[in-house]
């Protein structure tokens, strides 16, 4: 109502019986979301679950990093190239 229709904070908190600092951080979430920008806090459980998917995608690459790091490291300490994947017999 504040953004799309121009009411004053005022206006609403009265018609629909709200705190006008808590309106005032609604508005202000909602307008950094239209932005383009992602909530700190989810508000819905819709971004909620993007932020856990999200989470899990940056562990899940840290992971992955550890363990290209390690395989680096035990392919230098037994002279073998990383990329060839056939270098020793099974």
Request: with cysteine; charged share 40%.
């Amino acid at each position: 109502m504040v953004l799309d229709q121009g009411f004053s904070y005022r206006e609403v908190c009265r018609q629909l019986d709200l705190g006008e600092t808590g309106l005032r951080r609604w508005v202000e979430q909602l307008q950094f979301e239209r932005d383009g920008g992602v909530p700190k806090e989810a508000l819905t459980d819709e971004q909620k679950k993007i932020q856990e998917l999200e989470s899990r995608i940056h562990r899940l690459e840290r992971e992955k990093a550890i363990l290209k790091k390690l395989q680096r490291s035990w392919c230098r300490t037994r002279s073998i190239d990383p990329t060839d994947r056939y270098t020793e017999s099974a």
